[in-house]
């Protein structure tokens, strides 16, 4: 069985072929701005698990954790669809929970980047909390 999933308009979507690997939400500054003011919430897949269908607009930039990362949107509504890093190759590849067909796939297993969330962030404190980024999240393998 595939996951599957889309933007909001319906002119991207996705195919996933493969379990997720984990889930957590990140509060790094850049995903408060994406999410405006909220974590984003991402569940972790292989990269060469995942296909997008549909045009994708993508953004690269140097992130907190000093990764070279990569996200890809949709042009035309613009729903944020995932994050992979570029440099370092090999890291699981973020794909926003609220673009699944299924957002009760995987909840969040922890949060990640703590030391960003605002004051007033509410931080489950069911879910480990990790200061800074993914290295110090653990997967679930």
Known sequence: ???EGGCLCGQVRFRISADPMGARMCWCRDCQRIASGSATVNVLFPEEAVTYVGDIVTFAMIADSGNRVERGFCPNCGAQMYSRTIEPAGLPMRVR???LDN???MPPQA???TTSAPSWAQLDPALPHHPKGPESAPLNR
């Open 1 to 3: 069985m595939a996951i």
């Open 97 to 99: 929970a609220g673009t």
């Open 103 to 105: 957002p009760e796939l």
């Open 111 to 113: 949060i990640i980047w």
